[in-house]
């Protein structure tokens, strides 16, 4: 929808400046937001770099360690001077292609330190502060005795200054596919990112990192005594971190900084430290829902591989695709089409070329583009990289030929060649590399068991979301995803990016299937879902027949999946989150709550003044309940207006949504 240009750049210079005078060995410098409230500060004291970051006065990290070694080089992280410090200040708008706001302000204040070793070799260390948090990168020019490089360790330290409550998942090298824990940080041990936590002055950060390109995703680890966090990358086979030629550019090391919980949502950090829109053309990269042969699978209803109950069936395919016609969903996601599944697991499993007998792809694929609709391909490599990597090229080019727009791929296994993993170096490159190739093939990704968003988006927004979290499956075939799990996303894993979460499940106890599973909301929450748990490709995860003539399907159809302006209107993590997102003049009002009941009121005042509007409200009956009742939902219509209060009042594991459309004038 919108335009891949940068609308305004404002202020984009670098200024030389001379070299900051030496107090002792010490020689501080510092990246101011442009509010002027945060702070990153470095300072350079008996040879080695340290930052710090401050808010309002208030130290939020204090002197940690920078620092970087490898094999057979100089050490980087002792022996400093400061060669040279340049700055500049950015000031820019641009417009995504998707996501969660029509418009985005870059605006933020970098420093570059040069530092040099006694024998010459030198290192940037280059900061950047925004009103919403700081990062900071490392930055090694081509230069004699740094050509080729081993790295054996990123010494990077986080020194938090208190025992923070933390909401974290533990550091697993191949997935992110865990629960939440709220502790204090003590408790902590190792963990992935983003890492969300609460001072005790009710202050909130997110440790990540932006723009991970060829090197190893980073883990934090907690060193035994005190709230220090350092880098544990993730290592290639041979226990390498990341190796390559020189320059060495890493990610940044971000850390978002917030006064409310809503603040880091709002934040726009990640997608600001990556670089612009490197696709020419993106008219063909749209956001959609779809609906898709899925959760049949999980829940033991369907098969992937061939058989009495293999759900990609012709017949299926084409029911699905008619639904969505009908009901103006864009995709039709079909997994378990192709040769393989019966040998998922290993190597050389699936053929990615080769349909089913029973699935007709040419004439499904015909027939999805005579209805308005796309398929939505699906690529399981097992973890068997040489084999895709071989073969996604006519794979994809088969899509593109058949007008398939979108793609999922997965990862589910252990990556071969063993030894590697998800999250190390090797994978980053190849999860990029088809990023890459997609955008050749004009093909949009959802990516299953993927490397973290890191805000490439911006650049590559063909990459339009992907799971990298405990989603909906989990429902299906184990305890299942507990209520909290939800009002903690948002604030944890969604800073990094867009979820394929796959909510919409209507059918929340699917007793005819399977009696010991379920799904731990209530209908109404499912459906709040679609507005707190963002994607630009969503799903309505459910099968079709528990949609049809369903009252509370018409929001799904309604929904949009890509919006002009979102705010977080109140929020505590693990506890309970509301969102209001617009598209055009309509607003959308998504409450969710943990296994307690809540009631809210909330101004309507973000309503154009003197508009009337016709405010929809799905909502938990009075009866509703995620454990007993979760099905019991109202639906009612009312006229609002910018002063009118809405009371909004949430079961346990409940949720609410309001679809406000003005009427008037
Ligand atoms: C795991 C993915 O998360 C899921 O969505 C998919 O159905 C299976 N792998 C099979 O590819
Ligand atoms: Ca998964």
Redo the contacts with the bound molecule.
């Keep these: 929808m919108h335009a891949c240009i940068l609308s305004t750049l404002c202020i984009a210079f670098a200024l030389c400046l001379a070299p900051p005078p030496a107090g002792g060995n010490e020689i501080i410098t510092s990246a101011l937001s442009p509010d002027g409230r945060t702070a990153i500060r470095l300072v350079v004291r008996s040879g080695r770099a340290y930052y710090s970051v401050t808010r309002d006065d208030r130290i939020l990290l204090d002197d940690s360690l920078l620092g970087l070694l490898f094999q057979e080089r100089e050490p980087l992280n002792r022996g400093f001077t400061v060669l040279r410090v340049t700055e500049r200040q950015i000031d820019e708008t641009w417009e995504p292609v998707w996501g969660t706001d029509a418009s985005v302000q870059n605006r933020c204040h970098e420093v570059t330190l040069t530092l040099v070793k006694g024998s010459g070799l030198t290192m940037d260390v280059i900061l950047r502060a925004y009103d919403d948090g700081v990062a900071f990168r490392y930055s090694i020019p081509d230069q004699d005795g740094f050509r080729s490089f081993e790295l054996i360790s990123e010494e990077t330290e986080f020194c938090l200054t208190g025992d923070h409550t933390t909401w974290w998942i533990p550091a697993d090298f191949d997935s992110y596919?865990h629960l939440y824990r709220e502790t204090r940080l003590a408790e902590v041990e190792a963990v992935a990112t983003p890492v969300t936590m609460r001072t005790e002055e009710d202050i909130y950060l997110s440790i990540h990192e932006a723009n991970l390109t060829d090197y190893a995703g980073m883990t934090l680890r907690k060193t035994p005594v005190g709230s220090t966090l350092v880098c544990d990358l993730v290592p290639w086979p041979d226990g390498i971190k990341v190796r390559g030629d020189a320059p060495l550019v890493t990610p940044w090391r971000t850390i978002q900084i917030a006064d409310t919980p809503g603040g880091l949502v709002e934040s726009h950090i990640m997608e600001n430290l990556n670089d612009p829109c490197a696709i020419k053309d993106c008219s063909w990269i749209q956001p959609m829902k779809y609906v898709g042969i899925?959760w049949g699978?999980?829940i033991g209803k369907d098969t992937?591989h061939q058989g009495e109950r293999h759900g990609a069936t012709s017949v299926n395919t084409r029911a699905m695709i008619d639904f969505a016609a009908e009901h103006g969903i864009g995709g039709v996601l079909v997994?378990g089409w192709n040769t393989g599944w019966e040998r998922?697991g290993s190597a050389d499993a699936f053929d990615y070329t080769t349909p089913y007998p029973d699935f007709d792809l040419e004439s499904l694929a015909a027939y999805a583009t005579e209805k308005g609709v796309s398929l939505i391909g699906?690529h399981?490599t097992g973890g068997d990289i040489p084999t895709y990597e071989e073969r996604v090229d006519e794979a994809f080019a088969l899509y593109e030929r058949l007008g398939i727009r979108a793609v999922?791929t997965?990862y589910?296994g252990g990556i071969f060649p063993r030894g590697h993993y998800h999250h190390g170096q090797w994978m980053v490159r190849h999860y990029r590399s088809i990023v890459e190739k997609a955008a050749e093939h004009r093909i949009m990704l959802d990516v299953?068991?993927p490397i973290k968003p890191t805000g490439l988006s911006r650049t590559w927004p063909n990459m339009m979301t992907r799971?990298g979290v405990r989603?909906m499956?989990y429902n299906a075939w184990s305890d299942g995803n507990p209520p909290e799990h939800t009002t903690i996303l948002p604030f944890t894993r969604m800073l990094a990016g867009p979820l394929?979460y796959?909510p919409g499940v209507f059918d929340i106890t699917f007793d005819q299937y399977k009696p010991n599973n379920r799904v731990h909301t209530t209908l109404a929450k499912q459906l709040a879902l679609y507005v707190v748990l963002e994607s630009p490709l969503q799903m309505a995860a459910d099968l079709i027949e528990n949609y049809e003539d369903h009252p509370a399907f018409a929001f799904i159809r309604r929904v949009p999946c890509d919006w002009d302006e979102s705010r977080v209107l109140d929020a505590a993590i693990g506890d309970h989150v509301t969102i209001i997102r617009r598209r055009g003049r309509e607003w959308f009002l998504g409450s969710i709550t943990d296994e307690d009941p809540r009631t809210f009121e909330f101004a309507l005042d973000f309503l154009e003044d003197g508009v009337t509007y016709v405010a929809t409200v799905y909502s938990d009956g009075s009866d509703a309940h995620w454990s007993t009742n979760p099905q019991s939902h109202e639906i009612q219509t009312v006229e609002v207006d910018a002063v009118t209060t809405l009371k909004v009042h949430l079961a346990a594991g409940g949720g609410q949504v309001v679809c406000f459309v003005p009427v008037s004038p």
């Design positions: 596919e899925w699978m999980h992937w997994e998922w699906h399981e999922k997965g589910a299953h068991e799971e989603g499956e394929d796959t």
